[in-house]
T-cell receptor, first 112, second 114 residues
């Protein structure tokens, strides 16, 4: 079945450091891919998405490119801020019902 | 626009007791999802509704979990009887329609079973 694997955390960075959170997926076909963010005490929010190979999703300085050849959708940000501290979830569509399969989440802590 | 509402936010019960969670999706959203998020894991889909019909409940432990969306708007998820391993955050999400559109999540209900 479909699955999503993302790098384990926690990831601890200093403010203005470069961020990469790896995500790879296994699926039949080429599903849409998503990154969701969960701030403390809040629900998941869509951060960015890509619906086909070579698409780049971007939002709030975060980017991720849908790489079909490596089945990856790594999340990057050039300069993180303390306010980016949260849990990040990579997700992929499964089937044609809108069902999402999520990775286990990566906790990011940014220190001033 | 109002977001997805869930209640209660927190619940503590003893094993073998029953519990119910409520979700009110964003107005006009036909598709509603219930996810279970165990600590340290990503959300796992329990059940998906399209209006008041079930689209996918393959991961719902039907011997103890039940869910309904009678009027195609708000939904209730019930656990009876609860087990220790049911301790998790239960998330409700909604979308306008099926397919890979953005899912809007509620804040979740944190259940602790002792």
């Amino acid at each position: 079945g479909n699955s999503v694997t993302q790098m384990e955390g926690p990831v601890t960075l200093s403010e203005e450091a470069f961020l990469t959170i790896n995500c790879t997926y296994t699926a039949t076909g080429y599903p849409s891919l998503f990154w969701y963010v969960q701030y403390p005490g809040e629900g998941l929010q869509l951060l960015l998405k890509a619906t086909k190979a070579d698409d780049k999703g971007s939002n709030k300085g975060f980017e991720a490119t849908y790489r079909k050849e490596t089945t990856s959708f790594h999340l990057e940000k050039g300069s993180v801020q303390v306010s980016d501290s949260a849990v990040y979830f990579c997700g992929g569509g499964s089937g044609n019902t809108g069902k999402l399969i999520f990775g286990q989440g990566t906790t990011l802590q940014v220190k001033p | 626009e109002a977001g997805v509402a869930q209640s209660p936010r927190y619940k503590i019960i003893e094993k073998r007791q029953s519990v119910a969670f409520w979700c009110n999706p964003i107005s006009g959203h036909a598709t509603l999802y219930w996810y279970q998020q165990i600590l340290g894991q990503g959300p796992k889909l329990l059940i998906q509704f399209q209006n008041n019909g079930v689209v996918d409940d393959s991961q719902l432990p039907k011997d103890r979990f039940s869910a309904e969306r009678l009027k195609g708007v708000d939904s209730t998820l019930k656990i009876q009887p609860a087990k220790l391993e049911d301790s998790a955050v239960y998330l409700c999400a909604s979308t306008f329609g099926q397919g890979y559109t953005e899912q809007y999540f509620g804040p979740g209900t944190r259940l602790t079973v002792t």
